[in-house]
């Protein structure tokens, strides 16, 4: 029988029994069952978006879809700011039959640009052709108003009297997965894209009579796509005509580039605490505009007469690029000045990643640099 105070004390105060709960074959007390979840819980959702992002990365980098409705856009829509360039749609075929679709750019003879009168001291014209590589966003037609100032501003500036007329042309390649084009964007895909586009571009241009020369000019993912194009295309030149150093290929415009992908990754999840930064060994699609620099070095160096000429290089850079570190564009140049290639960068004052050739300093800087290297 109990006490009078052990009753009283049982009445008032109560122990509580502490139990293991068994997760997993691990006995956890019971008390630490909610943290445990709720730790669970966090690591399975930062598990579930790395599988997404490794999944996804393709539709992650290639955003044909954004804006939406882009790929309805037509060139039309933006003919009056485009005047008095006249723009053109076009279709071709990538190297594996992707149908693909670009924009043609042209000033014609006397609504603009100065008629094309022989030239006492060269009887060849000179016909420049610029090939515009875009971001990862978005399509074609929207672009086309700025590209046309640029396309003005080649046509506009007078040559020097001892120079060659001058005729320019600006062709921007649809990505496959953009706007018209067929197909889903990836980087092998992209890669052949380009190839066929400068294929193309040769074929189309290139006469006997014409002094032909070409410059790639890449915006942002654009401008990774030009730095792998570049000297798989020398090789391929070289492969098919020997070790002739005469190629087409006087610069090439590098605006807001990166250094890689794995770089991009690492920019986009600074805080070493989350787990996407290190998911670099699981792209598929690796753009390196560093590696490619150095290729392109490589390439010249092979020659045993030293004789091949790379193309000069322009780092157009925006200063205030909320995208792309400024350490990209530093190691970039660095690269260039290490393997002795003619680069020159330009920081574009006040422009975010998307303005370096709105600004007028910027577009400047382009034409400047188109016109010096096809004037060699």
Not at 41 to 52: E, G, R, T, Y
Not at 99 to 112: D, R
Not at 131 to 137: E, K
Not at 285 to 293: E, G, K, L, P
């Amino acid at each position: 029988m109990d006490s009078p105070g052990r009753m009283v004390f049982s009445r008032y105060f109560s122990v509580t029994v502490v139990k293991n709960v068994t997760i997993g074959g691990v006995m956890i007390p019971q008390l630490f069952v909610p943290p445990v979840m709720f730790v669970g819980m966090l690591l399975a959702l930062w598990a579930w978006k790395c599988f997404w992002i490794i999944v996804m990365q393709d539709r992650l980098m290639y955003m044909s879809w954004m804006p939406p409705f882009s790929r309805s856009e037509n060139i039309e829509d933006y003919e009056v700011k485009c005047r008095p360039v006249r723009w053109e749609e076009s279709y071709f075929r990538s190297l594996d039959g992707t149908k693909l679709a670009i924009c043609i750019g042209t000033i014609p003879q006397g609504s603009f640009s100065p008629p094309l009168l022989p030239s006492p001291l060269q009887h060849r014209k000179r016909h420049v052709v610029v090939c515009y590589f875009q971001g990862n966003g978005g399509s074609m037609p929207p672009r086309l108003p700025i590209l046309s100032t640029v396309l003005r501003a080649l046509s506009s500036t007078p040559s020097s009297p001892s120079a060659p007329p001058t005729e320019y042309t600006l062709v921007a390649l649809s990505y496959r997965g953009y706007w018209k084009s067929s197909g889903r964007a990836s980087q092998i895909g992209l890669e052949r894209d380009a190839q066929a586009f400068l294929d193309l571009v040769t074929e189309t241009y290139s006469t006997p009579d014409t002094d032909f020369k070409v410059v790639l000019w890449g915006h942002s993912l654009g401008s990774a796509v030009v730095s792998h194009t570049t000297p798989t295309y020398l090789n391929r030149l070289t492969s098919t005509e020997g070790d002739t150093p005469a190629h087409p290929l006087s610069g090439i415009v590098l605006e807001t580039p990166s250094t890689s992908t794995k770089d991009i990754l690492k920019n986009l999840y600074p805080q070493r605490w989350l787990p996407y930064r290190y998911l670099w060994p699981f792209l598929w699609n690796n753009w390196s505009s560093a590696a490619a620099i150095t290729r392109i070095a490589r390439w010249r160096d092979d020659a045993p007469d030293e004789r091949r000429q790379p193309p000069a290089i322009l780092l157009l850079i925006a200063d205030q690029d909320e995208m792309i570190p400024s350490t990209a564009a530093d190691e970039l140049e660095r690269l260039c000045r290490q393997h002795g290639l003619d680069a020159e960068r330009k920081n574009v004052a006040g422009a975010l990643h998307t303005e370096a050739v709105l600004k007028r300093e910027g577009r400047e800087t382009i034409v400047a640099f188109i016109r010096r290297v096809t004037q060699r």
